[in-house]
């Protein structure tokens, strides 16, 4: 019993469905009417056609599409046009058709087009040349069978070879740190002053290594209150200053 | 067969394609075109006569060497080759207008058609029937599109000249109003 009911419901919901099969766009729908109501097309009755083009739009579903309802409006605005009089002696009243004609001549030329290369497109179908592939294949480069011998390829690695340099091999060696040689070092420069600024310990061709070192037995020192590090202002140099209690000690 | 035409049966025979009179006239350079077109209808004429099953098609810009017609459905059977697909209705309307109006933008079209035909024409240019062949003047520079020589071979046209003229079909138009007026008048 629910049935029923189900089904309308889903056909009243059933929104965008394109007929793709019956009509390829507004103006092929257009002509179908005119053909079935056997009109003149350069003297369109543009009320009825208007009014059948709604119908049939909206019992295709294709009420929603945008080509076919802005073709619906068009023709509401010639049937409007349409009615308003013409002032009288006016020479210049342009049918409001006109346009509509034109294009519809404009289709009907290709779709006679249409018929004759759908003739000659069948005819060639039932027709084979050798090796047919596949027109989309067709643009794919053709895969060919390569010439090639085993003597070829392997002077071509050769070539290769003898071409390609040397490779540069780098050799990446852990070095740990000398944190308590640094140390030394920075004791060594401290017990001759009393203040040392980080480039009397770092050389400019120190290693990174080296560097770390220093900064990291620099830190240490600082830790243990062996020395003092002040720096004036931000990436300025920093100062090196023995601390005095060490110096008492 | 003379050795001129066995040569050009040969060619025909290798090639995919419909092979241009140039090429096949490469073949042998000590002949004149008119020996090349003699000899071509010389083949043609032995496989209509001795009754062969295949023919020599003039389409796409050259001559080619086909299956005749008749075998079509037995050969597709055997699944020895298959048919190509057939065009959508809006492939055709897209592809006849591109033939007449050559070189033709997508607004061209879309005016002539009355639908977006963005997705058409991608297809028709996956298939190799039309091919960029320019850019328009003004806003965007949009691409143009033509037919190209895989469409005449697919509709067997030898060459564009042989769609007829657009007054031609101008003159069949004219005919389908007339009826049409005559049949409101018996209304």
Request: aromatic content about 8%; glycine content about 8%; hydrophobic content about 20%.
């Given at each position: 019993m629910t049935l029923p009911a189900l089904r309308s419901h889903e056909l009243e919901g059933g929104g965008f469905v394109v007929e793709l099969s019956e009509f390829t766009g507004p103006l092929d729908l257009l002509l179908s009417l005119i053909r079935d109501e056997q009109v003149d097309i350069y003297d369109i009755p543009i009320a009825r056609i208007a009014e059948q083009f709604r119908a049939r739009i909206s019992s295709l579903g294709l009420n929603e599409a945008a080509e076919y309802l802005e073709m619906a409006a068009r023709l509401l605005r010639i049937k409007a046009q349409m009615l308003l009089p013409g002032v009288d002696g006016?020479?210049?009243?342009?049918?409001?058709?006109a346009e509509l004609v034109r294009r519809l001549l404009e289709y009907q030329q290709m779709r006679e087009v249409v018929d004759l290369l759908e003739h000659r497109g069948e005819g060639r179908r039932h027709q084979f040349a050798r090796q047919w592939v596949p027109q989309a294949l067709d643009i794919a480069p053709a895969q060919v069978p390569l010439a090639l011998s085993l003597v070829d390829l392997l002077a071509a690695v050769d070539r290769v070879l003898r071409a390609a340099k040397e490779p540069t091999l780098h050799e990446v060696v852990p070095r740990a740190l000398d944190v308590p040689g640094a140390m030394a070092a920075v004791r060594a420069v401290l017990s001759l002053r009393r203040s040392a600024r980080w480039f009397d310990i770092i050389s400019?061709?120190?290693e990174p290594w080296q560097i770390l070192s220093v900064l990291l037995a620099l830190l240490e020192m600082a830790k243990s209150g062996e020395l003092r590090l002040t720096q004036a202002?931000?990436?300025?140099s920093v100062e090196i200053r023995r601390e005095v209690a060490s110096e008492a000690a | 067969m003379k050795s001129l035409a066995k040569l050009l049966e040969a060619a025909m025979f290798a090639a995919s394609r419909p092979m241009t009179l140039d090429a096949l006239g490469s073949l042998d350079p000590d002949s004149s075109p008119a020996a090349v077109a003699a000899a071509i209808d010389e083949i043609r004429e032995h496989y209509d006569v001795d009754g062969h099953g295949v023919e020599v098609v003039e389409q796409g810009g050259g001559w080619q060497i086909l299956t005749r017609a008749e075998f079509a459905e037995a050969i597709e059977r055997a699944q020895v080759a298959v048919r190509p697909q057939r065009l959508s209705a809006a492939s055709l309307e897209t592809l006849a207008i591109i033939a007449y109006?050559?070189?033709?933008g997508r607004a061209e079209v879309e005016e002539i058609r009355g639908v977006a035909v963005g997705g058409v024409l991608k297809s028709l240019h996956e298939r190799g029937l039309i091919d960029v062949v320019g850019r328009a003047e003004g806003i965007g520079r949009p691409l143009l599109y033509g037919t190209t020589p895989q469409f005449l071979e697919q509709f067997a046209?030898?060459?564009?000249?042989?769609?007829?003229r657009a007054d031609e079909l101008a003159i069949a138009l004219r005919g389908v109003g007339a009826s049409l007026i005559g049949s409101v008048d018996v209304n």
């Open positions: 006016d020479t210049s009243w342009e049918d409001p058709r400019g061709h120190s202002r931000p990436f300025g | 109006r050559q070189p033709i046209l030898r060459h564009l000249e042989e769609l007829p």
